[in-house]
Nanobody
Framework: QVLLVESGGGSVQPGDSLRLSCVGSGFIYTRWSVGWFRQAPGGEREAVAGIDMEGRTYYGDSVKGRFIVSRDDAANTVYLQMSRLKPEDTAMYYC??????????????????WGKGTLVTISA
């Protein structure tokens, strides 16, 4: 059984930083692309960042230069370091895994497995 478990969400102020973590189990982690999507209230689920098994990365336009995705295969964990957070970053953040290349992490239809999400709230 594939499981993705997120942690690290919370409520912070604009300009603050936050790091999300996601531990995967039940699959051969090193063969999968992993990453993050988010969904704001009333909005669509959108790709935030992804990283493939070679370490190549993808970022959504709204987070480029502020967020960094990384992975620790020894720990089956993907991280999302978020800096200079804005109120519009408020959303449920979902960990995602795709058995394929980085392109699959750019659209929600390409994802094979999802975590349950962790809430990030940015407010003054």
């Amino acid at each position: 059984q594939v499981l993705l478990v997120e942690s690290g969400g919370g409520s912070v102020q604009p300009g603050d930083s936050l790091r999300l973590s996601c531990v995967g189990s039940g699959f051969i982690y090193t063969r999968w692309s992993v990453g993050w999507f988010r969904q704001a209230p009333g909005g669509e689920r959108e790709a935030v960042a992804g990283i493939d098994m070679e370490g190549r990365t993808y970022y959504g336009d709204s987070v480029k230069g502020r967020f960094i995705v990384s992975r620790d295969d020894a720990a089956n964990t993907v991280y999302l370091q978020m800096s200079r957070l804005k109120p519009e970053d408020t959303a449920m953040y979902y960990c995602a895994a795709a058995e394929g290349g980085l392109a699959q992490m750019k659209e929600k239809e390409g994802v094979d497995y999802w975590g349950k999400g962790t809430l990030v709230t940015i407010s003054a």
